[in-house]
């Protein structure tokens, strides 16, 4: 398991807005740029985050700005937005295990609870990161 490049990219487009909000007029052309990709990539990402709330876009020569502070965006929410977690599990159990298996008939309700724990404990520690984390880090 992984998680995708989706999540990291976003971060990075976030920095760039925040980092060069006065200085650069921010597009998906101008980040992707930075990201070096492709900025059909950037638009893709910069959907998701716009559907989130965490990014306005406005057409023409608007550009890109952050909906609110960069210390009350957090990486949760980034990660919430851009690597959606099918019906709220991290962790997927493989179905079909024999029933009459002492692991097989039991091992959907054991799984569950640790996997569970796992998920909540990793989505604690993203939350307790801000974008501003990383752009006091990336302004030392």
């Not at 597009?27 to 989130?52: C, E, G, W, Y």
């Not at 990014?55 to 851009?82: C, E, M, P, Q």
């Amino acid at each position: 398991m992984q998680i995708g490049t989706g999540f990291s990219i976003s971060i990075h487009m976030l920095l760039c807005v925040e980092f060069f909000k006065n200085t650069h007029k921010i597009t998906s052309d101008f980040i992707a740029s930075s990201v070096h990709t492709n900025p059909v990539i950037i638009r893709k990402l910069m959907v998701q985050l716009k559907k989130a709330g965490i990014i306005t876009i406005t057409a023409g020569t608007g550009g890109i700005d952050l909906t609110r502070k960069a210390s009350k965006i957090s990486f949760l929410d980034i990660y919430k937005a851009v690597e959606p977690v099918k019906d709220g599990e991290l962790f997927k159990i493989h179905q079909n295990a024999e029933q009459s298996c002492p692991v097989g008939s039991k091992i959907d309700g054991l799984l569950s609870v640790f996997f569970a724990e796992v998920q909540k404990s990793m989505e604690k520690k993203l939350a307790s990161y801000s974008l501003q984390d990383i752009l006091d880090k990336l302004n030392n």
